[in-house]
């Protein structure tokens, strides 16, 4: 049975129609852009967030999710990720989560600076109390000033999102801490979500305060989310502010120099150990750094060279490992929660270091101390034979090392002599007698005939 073209147009128009509706009801799902700030705030992962950040904007983004778990890190950062969410157009929401992470120090200001702050239970916040870098000492003047600024700091910005004023700055003057559950009531965050599915649920239709003072509906359900991600070299450089890391390169870069300067020439431990050095003071120049540790460290490579040069039954060699290992405790700056380097890689570095750089100078300083074997310099102190006397020229010829030399002699030689070679100059040899007239080379004997022995009568 043949159908009319009418009968096959109404199912194609209506098919054509879902179609562009389902188009149209996916071009207009809320749009999230989310941000996982995982580790140290420093200038990597501030660069990281702030350019994650400006992509929702372009992209006109319904919502930004900032998820954190943090220990803090440098103030510079903080404040630029800060100011990045407070000018955002964009409604910044900052997340605490999963299950057993924490907002601390930087990340507390973080949490507080946000249009929408929540936390997943099981998490803390809080600490924020102002951290000296570098392990110095303040006065009771400066710390005053310091802390003074940070507070007024988390005060102008808490203030302005309505949160608890009196309460947040205790975490700044006193380091409290809260729970999930206590930030909750004492109006320091808005939710506690258990996931990320929960807290949109509970955002869906929620007035936000912008900082500004302009209000906004949030409507996010069936929102589309697009997580971004660090570039390779966001990710690269994340990991080298690693402290253990840090510590790693440190030592393969010292270790690579000292190979190339041992043994000229190599050129692989030159640039290895260069690089790997470049790395490390890049890194340490942006972590709190305890100049004790690293007077430590210096001195655990001065007691490995001395246990190569004197031989002390490793009792240098273990001093040299235990400063290393307690260098590398003390290198970071270890009152900043979540900053330091483990026992376990400071062990890992020292022993192998110690063995591997006690082992390569030993042999360079045998290598020093040895005779001579090759060129004119292996020929210094063997003992020749004299083959021939020139008493015209007073050239003597001399037989050593299985070669035949031109040699001068200061004192009288005797034919089928031995002589010991004094100096090479150029290809002939500065040579003098031996009481022994006996040579005591292995060379066999020029021109020589076997002798006969004398026959006895009976």
Not at 103 to 114: C, H, K, P, R, V
Not at 267 to 292: K, Y
Not at 381 to 406: C, F, M, Q
Not at 440 to 452: A, G, H, I, V
Request: with cysteine; net charge negative.
């Amino acid at each position: 049975m043949k159908l009319s073209t009418g009968k096959l147009f109404v199912p194609a128009a209506v098919c054509c129609a879902l179609f562009l509706l389902g188009a149209a009801a996916r071009a207009q799902a809320p749009q999230i852009v989310e941000i996982h700030l995982d580790g140290i705030v420093h200038p990597v992962s501030a660069e990281f967030i702030t350019a994650g950040m400006e992509k929702a904007i372009r992209q006109r983004a319904d919502a930004i999710l900032l998820q954190i778990s943090t220990p803090g890190g440098l103030d510079s950062s903080m404040r630029r990720i800060i100011e990045k969410i407070i000018s955002s157009p964009v409604p910044v929401i900052v997340y605490v989560a999963p299950s057993g992470s924490r907002a601390a120090s930087a990340g507390f200001f973080i949490l507080l600076s946000a249009d929408v702050a929540a936390m997943a239970p099981g998490t803390n916040t809080g600490a924020a109390h102002p951290v000296f870098m570098g392990g110095q000492q303040m006065d009771e003047v400066m710390k005053e000033k310091v802390t003074n600024d940070a507070a007024a700091y988390l005060r102008s910005i808490v203030d302005k999102r309505g949160r608890n004023v009196e309460l947040a700055e205790t975490g700044v003057t006193e380091s409290k801490s809260f729970t999930d559950a206590e930030a909750l009531e004492g109006g320091l965050v808005e939710f506690v979500a258990a996931d990320r599915a929960d807290l949109l649920a509970q955002l869906e239709g929620y007035e936000v305060t912008r900082f500004d003072g302009e209000t906004e509906v949030l409507h996010l359900e069936g929102a589309q989310i697009e997580l971004y991600a660090p570039s390779f070299r966001q990710r690269f450089l994340s990991r080298i502010l690693d402290p253990n890391i840090a510590f790693i390169l440190l030592a393969l870069g010292i270790l690579g120099l000292y190979v190339e300067f041992s043994n000229p020439g190599l050129i692989f431990p030159g640039v290895a150990g260069g690089i790997a050095l470049v790395m490390a003071l890049f890194a340490l120049s942006l972590l709190p750094i305890n100049w004790a540790g690293a007077a430590l460290i210096l001195l655990a490579i001065t007691f490995f060279v001395l246990e190569a040069k004197f031989i002390t039954g490793g009792i240098l060699a273990a001093g040299g490992v235990l400063a290393m290992v307690l260098g590398a405790l003390m290198l970071i700056n270890t009152r900043m929660p979540g900053i330091s380097i483990s026992l376990l890689t400071a062990l890992s570095v020292a022993l192998p270091f110690g063995l591997i750089t006690v082992f390569l100078l030993r042999l360079v300083i045998q290598s020093h101390h040895a005779k001579v074997t090759t060129g004119g310099g292996g020929l210094i102190g063997e003992i020749g034979r004299v083959e021939s006397i020139d008493a015209g020229e007073g050239i003597i010829k001399v037989y050593v090392h299985g070669e035949l030399w031109d040699a001068v002699s200061p004192g009288s030689v005797s034919a089928r002599g031995s002589v010991r070679v004094k100096a090479v100059e150029g290809l002939t040899l500065r040579v003098e007698p031996v009481a022994d007239s006996r040579p005591r080379t292995t060379e066999p004997e020029l021109n020589s005939e076997p002798k006969k022995e004398a026959s006895k009568g009976v």
